[in-house]
Structures are given as structure tokens and as C-alpha cells.
């Protein structure tokens, strides 16, 4: 072992600024959720009116129709031109959006502005994926890729708690200081004021620092994507013909569609529970208890589905990503009931189901990405990317969190006591429990042809290199075969 390159240095700067700012992403989308309760009160969110769960839920279902319908665009424009001047100008857009969303003098200017975030996040989430996979050779990619997830539950559970602490922090300094009657300095506002002023130093980041490899590095070639209207439906029937590709991102929008869900209502669920049984919570103990478990579930099950789908890969190849996921959405379907069941009876008993839930439906984050990048050739990856983001959304979260509100809602009906939204949250979330189900069954429809999918791109990398001149079996640090024309290989450090 020798010193560390040069080249090494960059790339792992690289790879630590896309994780930063996914961390920021994520920490940017739930802030929001970390206030719920505050919000939906008439007389502190400063609307002068009581928001229904299905309206708090059309901020989350805004938020992801604008975020599925960019996504496609952004994966185009992602396989053509600069991808790290698209995430740069994508951080700055939500950034923007955020802030001037806590200024939001009613509730359908806070939806368009939410609804707004999707667009810039959109642009990020697309792209930076492909640009780790350029980054990190065959051998490398799933764990790399799963430093880049782990994230999600991180971010998502330090949003709750950013949302939660920002709010108690400015109610608590406005009532010593300023009048808190104002609209716009209700204290909830200011959840939706930390995270833009660090968007703008992370798009420094990306356009100062950042390193942008070439589209097909570590395959060996150079490539970059047909521009054209044309050319883009030609990427995406190109995508559609793949049946491992498909099936992955049909059975990860099951996953999405659950995971949604939980996200927007569980924590409220939780704390409206306690209230019900006696044994009450605070939002902000609510909060910090299920950021704590998602924290620790979500790193947990993002570190070991990656590094089983790696170490199942020298004995079943490229299936064993799709073994992991379906095994990740069908103990977190069977966790989710659990967790739900019981917790009417012992919550305690409920946090440690839900700690497994979301551990459960985290193991899938990196072995699915793999799929898409190991199932596409080089200069359609963004692309892939894009449309994969948009299935798994549009038939995903983009209507779960509504979905269940509205079901919520329609139970209750016009009961707003802390046991009537108990029990209809409770008979809401148990769909969550049967869509993670439906996608476990798709991704081991997967299996049947990832390998073939996977050879095919091995077969298409080769032949560039060999009209490069470079020997098409190098495995060179910088040119080594495709992840899958030899399993072990692929694997083995």
C-alpha cells in the first residue's frame, strides 16, 4: 500500500461534497414534517385556519409531482452538458425556494413554493448518482454508493429534529423578545429558515470544488448522449426494453410509496397515539425519538444491504441487488404491520418494530441504484436515472402521503380529537404494509433477467473499447471492464 494518489484525494473530496449536500437535501424536505403540528393549527400557523391532513399532505404531493415531473429534464440535460453546473444551479434554486416559502402569507402560496423545492432538488438527485458511478471503478461502486445513501435516514431524521429545534428555539426567543403575533414570525417559519443559507455554500462547493469525471470513466469511454428531442424518447424506449430495469423501478415505487407515507404521517401518528393512551409525548420528544430511530435503523440497513448484495455477488451475480431489495420492502411491509399493531397496546414495544421497519426498508437504497447503473450504458444513465426517479414517484410518493390523509380524513371524519386521528391514522398507514409487499414480488421478478440485462452493457463497453484502441479485458484503475462480465472479479478487492 503507498501513499494516496492525487487522483484518489479529488475524488474522495468529490464524494464527500455529494454526500453533504444529499444530507442537506434531505434535512431540507422534512424540516417541514418536524412542525406538522404546529401547522395545522388555526391560531399558531398564522393562516387563521385549521389545515386538514389531506392539505398538510398536498405540500409533501406538490413537492413530489414537481420533483417527478423535472426529473426526466434534468436526466436528459444530465447525459449532455455539465452536470455539476446543473446541481449547482439546482442547490441554488431550492435554496431560494425554501426561504421565500417561509414567508408564505397563506397556504396555497406555501404549496407553490414547496411544490417549487422539487424542481431544484430534482436536478441534484438525478445527477449525482451517475457522477459516483463515474467516480468509483465496478469493485467500488456499491459501497460508495451506499455512503451516498446513508444520507437519506440521516437527513431525514435530523429534518425532524432541525423542524422540531428551530421552531422551540425562535417560540422560545420570540416570547422574550418580539411579539410572536405576527404572521410571519410564527415559530415554525423558522424551520424553513436554516437550511437555504447552508444550500448556498454547498453550491459553492459544487461549482468551486467539485470535481466533474468524464461520462463512461471508469468503463473505459468516452460518451456523451444524442442531443434531440428524438434522441431522448430513443433513451427512454432504450430504458423501457430493459426488463430488470423496469421491474427494479416498478418494485422501488412500492418501496417509495410506503416509505412516503410513513415519512409524513408516522411521527404524528406516533405523538397523537401517546396523547390517546395516556402516556403523551411532546412533538419535539416525538420528534427526536423517531429521528433517533430512523438515524440508527436507516445507516444500519443502508450499510448491510450493500455490503450483502456485495458479498452475495460472487455466488448469484448481479441478482443478488435484486434479492436484497425484494428481502428489504417484505420484512419492512411484515415490520410496518407489526410496529402499527402494537402500538396501541405497548409503544414501547412499537419503537423497537419501527426501528426494524425502517432498517428493513433502508437495506434496499444502494442495491437499487446499482441495478440502474449496472443495466445502462454509460451515456443513458442520467436519463435512466431521471425516468426511474419519475416511476418511482409518480406511482410512488407523489400520492401515498395524500392518499393516506385522505383516507385518514374520511375515517375520522369530522372528529378532532387526539382518538379519532389515532385510529384513523392507524387504519391509514396499514396500506403502506401491502404496497411494500407488492414490491418485494417485483424486484424477485428482477432476477430472471438482470444477468442477461447486465452482459448486454458489458458487450456494448467492450466494443468501444476495442474502436479506442484499449484492450477490452484492461483493468486498469481507470478502465476496467463492466461490473458484470466476471462476478468475482467484480466483487473481490
Known amino acids: 500500500m503507498g501513499l494516496i494518489s492525487a ?15 444529499n444530507l442537506l437535501n434531505y434535512i431540507d424536505r422534512y424540516t417541514i414534517v418536524g412542525v406538522l403540528p404546529e401547522l395545522k393549527n388555526g391560531t399558531q400557523n398564522g393562516f387563521h385556519e385549521y389545515l386538514s391532513d389531506t392539505k398538510v399532505a398536498f405540500l409533501q404531493t406538490g413537492f413530489i409531482i414537481s420533483y417527478m415531473c423535472f426529473s426526466p429534464v434534468f436526466g436528459y440535460l444530465g447525459d449532455r452538458f455539465s452536470r455539476k453546473h446543473i446541481m449547482g444551479v439546482g442547490v441554488i434554486l431550492w435554496s431560494s425556494f425554501t426561504a421565500a416559502s417561509s414567508f408564505a402569507p397563506n397556504y396555497w402560496a406555501l404549496l407553490v413554493m414547496r411544490s417549487m423545492v422539487g424542481v431544484g432538488e430534482a436536478s441534484y438527485v438525478t445527477v449525482a448518482p451517475t457522477i459516483i458511478a463515474d467516480l468509483f471503478s465496478a469493485r467500488m461502486r456499491v459501497r460508495a454508493l451506499s455512503i451516498y445513501y446513508i444520507a437519506i435516514p440521516v437527513g431525514t431524521a435530523m429534518g425532524y429534529g432541525v423542524g422540531s429545534g ?12 418580539y411579539t410572536a403575533t405576527h404572521d410571519l414570525m410564527k415559530p415554525w417559519r423558522f424551520a424553513l429558515r436554516v437550511t437555504p443559507v447552508l444550500g448556498i455554500l454547498c453550491a459553492l462547493l459544487i461549482l468551486c470544488i467539485l470535481r466533474e469525471p468524464a461520462r463512461g470513466q471508469k468503463e473505459g469511454v468516452s460518451v456523451r448522449g444524442k442531443s434531440g428531442v ?22 422501488f415505487a412500492m418501496g417509495t410509496f410506503s416509505i412516503g407515507a410513513l415519512a409524513q404521517w408516522a411521527s404524528l401518528f406516533i405523538y397523537k397515539t401517546s396523547r390517546d393512551i395516556g402516556h403523551p409525548y411532546s412533538n419535539t420528544l416525538t420528534n427526536l425519538l423517531f429521528g433517533v430511530v430512523t438515524v440508527v435503523g436507516g445507516l444500519g440497513g443502508t450499510v448491510v444491504g450493500s455490503e450483502t448484495s456485495k458479498r452475495l455477488h460472487s455466488k448469484v451475480g448481479p441478482a443478488s441487488d435484486c434479492f436484497v431489495c425484494a428481502t428489504s420492502l417484505l420484512l419492512g411491509g411484515v415490520f410496518t404491520y407489526l410496529a402499527l399493531t402494537t402500538s396501541r397496546h405497548i409503544l414501547e414495544l412499537s419503537w423497537v418494530l419501527m426501528f426494524f421497519a425502517v432498517f428493513s426498508l433502508c437495506l434496499c437504497w444502494a442495491p437499487v441504484t446499482v441495478i440502474v447503473l449496472n443495466t445502462v450504458i454509460p451515456e443513458r444513465r442520467s436519463t435512466a436515472a431521471g425516468f426511474q ?5 409518480i406511482l410512488g410518493d407523489s400520492f401515498s402521503p395524500l392518499l393516506v390523509g385522505a383516507v385518514s380524513d374520511t375515517i375520522r371524519g369530522d372528529h378532532k380529537t387526539d382518538h379519532a386521528e389515532s385510529l384513523s391514522l392507524l387504519k391509514a398507514l396499514y396500506i403502506t404494509c401491502f404496497a411494500a409487499v407488492i414490491g418485494s414480488g417485483l424486484f424477485l421478478m428482477a432476477t430472471f433477467y438482470i444477468r442477461e440485462d447486465c ?24 478502465t476496467e471492464p463492466l461490473v458484470n462480465s466476471d462476478y468475482n472479479a467484480a466483487v473481490n478487492e
Not at 421552531?167 to 423578545?177: H, M, P, Q, Y
Not at 428524438?230 to 418494485?251: H, N, Q, T, W
Open 7 to 21: 487522483e484518489n484525494v479529488v475524488t474522495y473530496v468529490s464524494m464527500v461534497i455529494l454526500f453533504i449536500i
Open 166 to 177: 428551530a421552531a422551540t428555539i425562535a417560540n422560545e426567543t420570540l416570547s422574550k423578545n
Open 230 to 251: 428524438r434522441a431522448y424518447f430513443e433513451d427512454i424506449i432504450y430504458c423501457v426494453k430493459i426488463p430488470s430495469y423496469m421491474l427494479s423501478a416498478l418494485g
Open 389 to 393: 426517479v419519475f416511476l418511482s414517484h
Open 455 to 478: 452482459h448486454k452493457v458489458d458487450i456494448y463497453a467492450n466494443k468501444h473499447r476495442s474502436k479506442l484502441g484499449r484492450d477490452p479485458t484492461s483493468s486498469e484503475s481507470d
